[in-house]
């Protein structure tokens, strides 16, 4: 069946999705449109013979056949395969109808009314265990936002058909041969029940692993027990059932109350449904999936609720200031309808997508629950409710009003309890698939006493992965510990014990450290253990003496160490007057020792000396030179320093970076230069983000407007440095996201435009899939500015997995994080799926056939005044403009030949050949 | 020989070249185009020794026309052809050739060598990313294999 365009958009299909969508539609159509003669002839029947009040009853037998069809479904879901299944429910359907038929013409007693009206429960149930089970297979959390409101539709016109035709044949066919009329429907689901089972097969059967699992009642309890979101679904799940049954009870007595005639009962009630399946169809159809793009899935199934809570306050208003039969029998069908709507347009299907981001098994679990378990608690509950207060005699309009006010009321909190864990499981879905650690606990002193031996007999590399555990937590045990590595054989193990020491500043191994100093055989570790000390608790008596060491290592150990942390003047200048006189000295091994040394400590003035080593001809002393003017910063070092750059281009930049703050002004003046090649201004940018800080990032957003073509560039390096935007610069943040989203709607309709002769621009094709990447990966840098920077980079990680699964997940937690403005136009371009419908969702962005052919997508491309695009999509471009012989302007092409960038170049060269 | 030889390749057509072997095939292009510049054509006669089993391997090949033997001693491993790769473990490190390789026919080869490679690294990170990808890709298929030999 051919569809238009405009038909796909109003319903929010995707081209490649409609077959499957049509063939869902039309087996929930015959399969609803069976249940609803079904309905219809088992409760005429029932209410031709029984009061209203016996439905009490037939609530309380549904809550068993329906545990009982639960019971049995699970037990065949692990038994058979998911298309044996479904083959296996449709045939229970189509025999309840002709076994029921064939009942009502011998059997008149009492039983079969109530099992009959209850029986339809059953029939509902295991229509949706079956619909529900397969849809939830064959769509991911993206697909099942937009389109359960659409497939599920079909079981609305079913239903209205149904209703309606009921009203007008009964009174030729009888109630009972209504049955058979749903026999042929359920018989005419058939060939679609294949088709889609044939789409089924191509994506992973949920029944695969089933064998791997206990038995089913208690893998239930288990998920009810241990998966949050599911127990908190099916409890909101029971609330909504619960809900509509007591409305629809009220609704029936009232009913019952002012139509005394059958018939018209009947006809009533016929119509009543046949109109709010009409409306539900409408809504499910053309609101549902735009109201979930807009609201969010919170506030759409708020609505319902909300809407109950008005309507049964008016029906108390009513009922206390004017007692009106008809009025409250309209309020009752309204707040019905309005209920009975809105649950099968919009909770349902919402509900449904809640339970997406479950793994495949959990999603069909929770199904059961929330089906098999949690909709007969709401009949027992309901039926016992009625029952008791029936019998008590307090059952009255009011009662049942408070009651109800008070579920809906319950309804809206399960709604944020499910919403906070579903955001929740989202997030966890995503992370689990990349993180799993494992911590011991010190306050256990079974863990203590294991890692303590294991500090003992463990390997250098069990000790030090047990040292870094330790380094990421403190507290008297955890410092206990690395003491007690200090006595390890190993020097890498003391060595790192003693870097932990001196990182966590642990005051008591002084007395440790004092005996490594006296005693250790190894000289690094006793260099290393005086700077510890020093650090921790320096003591000229014990550190200065030191610095008369004929042993090298701890003689510069203990001039630094002075540097440092002595409070004595005259310490202090002695202890310069070694360095300057080793930097000074004829001996260059002398000369690099007080370089080394001057990188361990930032006081003291040296700049004489450093700026002379700066021009020494010897390459390591100079290399050395400008690594100790990182470490001391002055304006003469860092104005030598900055000269040297193109001839030290790493190195100068290293001691940049070491000079934190101070270098930003020198760093910034630098990449604004002309004459900086491109390379060095991103390797400067990086820099500038590596020292980080307040002043780094004001320097780095002034640069994305004074550096065009770099935007991605320093955007990618504000990440990095942690960049959070404020009040102030929020704005301008917005900006860069709205022109990035325009960006990425040029590039759809460029794509869209190649699409067509998608193999003889391959090459350009896939360089436009590279900027799309680069703008995607942009976006989310500049989202994670103003949003949660944890939930972005999940979502970046996500994406990057490219699976259409975690693609979806990531996309799912896109809206649910950034503003719809930010949120709606990003997922229509990132999203998986038809790149007509991604277009069209952006047409907002971007105005229509701004391309009208190729030449105009080259000339866009080398043109590089909006977009500034990749060399490699410009190289691509000037490439196929000579290769394929397209028309762009010769000016075009020559601004290349002079570009820095060799592939460039080239190829402009080779285009500018025949342009 | 020089039949073998195409015109002048440009970059981006070498670029293109790198594209189509396997082992890049999930590399985007923006860092094969980091990748080519170091791509020197070479061209061998057949018979002529590439390289020897127990020498060290600095560099890796790239197969643009003609087929090379992969052989120890007189026992052929492999013969690869057009769009075919070895030695490109030793871009990485500097272990000994395994085993030798020698023109099968007259070839025109594309060699990189490791230490313009090493130089790439240093400054374009995202090139190491690349290469970290595609070993990381290699690991998990390999891991997927022995999961599969296994069972």
């Known amino acids: ?915 | 020989m020089s039949k073998l030889s195409p015109d002048k390749l440009l970059l981006f057509e070498k670029v293109l070249i790198l594209k189509s072997l396997a082992i890049f095939r999930e590399s985007p292009e923006t860092i094969l185009s980091e990748l080519a510049p170091l791509m020197q054509e070479e061209e061998f006669e057949k018979g002529a020794k590439l390289f020897s089993e127990g020498d060290i391997g600095d560099c890796m090949f790239v197969i643009y026309k003609g087929e090379v033997k992969i052989h120890k001693g007189s026992t052929t491993l492999a013969v690869l052809k057009e769009k075919e790769v070895f030695g490109e473990l030793s871009l990485l490190d500097s272990e000994t050739r395994s085993a030798s390789a020698t023109a099968n026919t007259d070839c025109f080869l594309f060699k990189i060598d490791q230490e313009p490679f090493y130089e790439l690294v240093e400054t374009r990170p995202e090139v190491a990313k690349g290469f970290i990808k595609i070993l990381c890709q290699r690991l998990r298929a390999q891991n997927e294999k022995a999961v599969a030999a296994n069972r």
């Open chain 1, 1 to 915: 069946m051919k569809i238009s365009r405009s038909l796909l958009r109003a319903l929010n299909v995707r081209r490649d999705e409609w077959w499957l969508v049509q063939k869902l539609f039309l087996l929930q159509f015959f399969q609803g449109a069976g249940i609803a003669f079904f309905f219809t002839a088992s409760f005429s029947r029932f209410l031709e013979h029984y009061p209203v009040s016996d439905l009490a009853y037939v609530f309380i037998i549904s809550s068993i056949l329906l545990w009982a069809a639960g019971f049995f479904y699970g037990k065949l879901e692990h038994r058979v395969s998911s298309s044996r299944l479904s083959v296996i429910i449709t045939i229970v359907l189509a025999a309840s109808m002709i076994l029921f038929r064939a009942g009502a013409a011998y059997i008149t007693d009492d039983w079969f009314f109530f099992v009959m009206l209850a029986w339809f429960n059953v029939l509902y149930l295991l229509n949706n265990l079956m619909f529900w089970g397969m849809a939830s297979q064959l769509y991911d959390v993206r697909q099942s936002k937009r389109l359960f409101g659409v497939i599920s539709a079909g079981d609305i016109p079913a239903k209205f058909i149904g209703y309606s035709v009921a009203v007008l044949i009964v009174a030729i066919t009888g109630t009972a041969n209504l049955l058979l009329v749903g026999f042929l429907c359920i018989g005419l689901s058939f060939p679609f029940l294949k088709k889609v089972l044939q789409a089924e097969k191509s994506t992973k059967g949920h029944h695969a692993d089933s064998s791997k699992h206990g038995p089913v009642l208690n893998t239930i309890v288990k998920d009810f027990t241990a998966n949050i979101l599911i127990r908190r679904v099916a409890v909101l799940s029971l609330i909504v059932s619960a809900c509509i049954v007591l409305i629809n009870f009220g609704f029936y007595s009232e009913v019952k109350h002012a139509y005394k005639n059958d018939v018209e009962f009947a006809r009533f009630i016929a119509f009543f449904l046949a109109i709010a399946r009409l409306i539900a169809l409408l809504i499910k159809i053309l609101v549902t999936s735009r109201l979930l793009y807009w609201l969010g899935n919170r506030a759409a199934l708020v609505i319902t609720p909300l809407l109950l809570i008005i309507l049964i306050t008016a029906l108390l208003l009513t009922n206390v200031l004017t007692y009106n039969t008809k009025m409250v029998l309209y309020i009752f069908g309204l707040s019905a309808i309005v209920v009975d709507v809105l649950n099968s347009a919009i909770n349902s299907p919402v509900l449904l997508t809640l339970m997406q981001p479950l793994s495949t098994l959990e999603r069909l679990r929770a199904h059961n629950i929330v089906k098999g378990i949690m909709d007969p608690f709401a009949y027992l509950f309901s039926g016992l409710f009625l029952l008791v207060f029936m019998k008590l005699k307090i059952f009255d309009l009011q009662t049942l009003s408070y009651v109800l006010l008070g579920l809906a009321v319950a309804w809206i909190m399960g709604i944020f309890r499910v919403h906070q864990q579903y955001l929740k499981t989202l997030i966890k879905t995503i992370s689990s698939r990349y993180f799993s650690q494992e911590e011991f606990n010190l306050y256990d002193p079974a863990a203590r006493e294991l890692i303590e031996e294991k500090i003992n007999t463990g390997t250098e590399l069990e000790v030090l992965y047990i040292l870094r555990t330790l380094g990421s937590r403190s507290g008297t045990e955890s410092n206990r510990l690395i003491i007690h590595a200090l006595h390890h054989p190993s020097v890498t193990v003391v060595s790192e014990a003693l870097r932990l020491v001196s990182e966590l500043h642990i005051k008591e191994a002084e007395s440790w450290l004092s005996a490594i100093i006296e005693n250790h055989p190894a000289d690094i570790i006793r260099g290393e253990a005086i700077k510890v000390l020093a650090e921790i608790a320096f003591q000229d008596a014990i550190i200065v003496p030191l610095m008369q060491s004929p042993d090298a290592l701890i003689r510069n150990s203990s001039i630094i160490s002075i540097l440092n942390h002595s409070q004595v003047s005259l310490n202090i200048e002695d202890a310069e007057k070694r360095i300057k006189e080793f930097l000074v000295s004829a001996d260059p091994a002398e000369k690099k020792e007080a370089l080394i040394m001057l990188c361990e400590t930032g006081k003291g003035h040296f700049d004489n000396e450093l700026v002379s080593l700066l021009n020494d001809p010897d390459p390591i002393l100079r290399i050395n030179a400008i690594k100790a003017m990182g470490y001391h910063p002055s304006q003469v070092c860092l104005e030598q320093l900055i000269k040297k750059i193109d001839d030290h281009e790493k190195d100068v930049i290293e001691a940049l970076i070491i000079a934190r703050e101070k270098s930003l002004p020198y760093l910034k003046s630098r990449i604004l230069e002309n004459k900086c090649p491109a390379k060095q201004k991103e390797n400067l940018l990086h820099a500038t983000g590596r020292i980080g800080g307040k002043a780094a990032h004001e320097i780095l957003m002034a640069l994305i407007s004074e550096l065009p073509g770099f935007e991605p560039y320093i955007i990618k390096v504000l990440h990095r440095c942690h960049f959070k935007s404020d009040k102030t610069n929020q704005p301008f943040v917005e900006s860069l996201i709205r022109f990035q989203l325009i960006n990425a709607a040029t590039i759809l309709h460029m794509q869209k435009k190649i699409v067509t002769q998608k193999e003889k621009y391959a090459v350009l094709s896939g360089a436009l899939d590279l900027e799309l990447q680069e703008i995607r990966e942009t976006l989310l840098f500049l989202f994670s500015f103003i949003y949660d920077r944890d939930k972005i980079s999940k979502i970046k990680a996500a994406i990057e997995i490219n699976k259409k699964e975690t693609n979806a997940n990531a996309i799912e937690l896109v809206d649910m994080t950034v503003k719809k403005e930010f949120a709606n136009p990003f997922n229509a371009a990132f999203e998986f799926g038809d790149l007509e419908h991604r277009c069209d969702l952006l047409k907002s962005l971007f105005p229509k056939d701004i391309f009208p052919d190729i030449n105009a997508i080259l000339t866009d491309i080398l043109s590089d005044t909006k977009t500034s695009y990749n060399i490699w999509t410009k190289s691509c471009s000037l490439y196929f403009t000579k290769k394929l012989n397209h028309k762009v302007e010769a000016p075009l092409i020559h601004k290349y030949l002079q570009s820095e960038n060799p592939l460039l170049k080239e190829t402009a060269v080779f285009a500018a050949a025949i342009n």
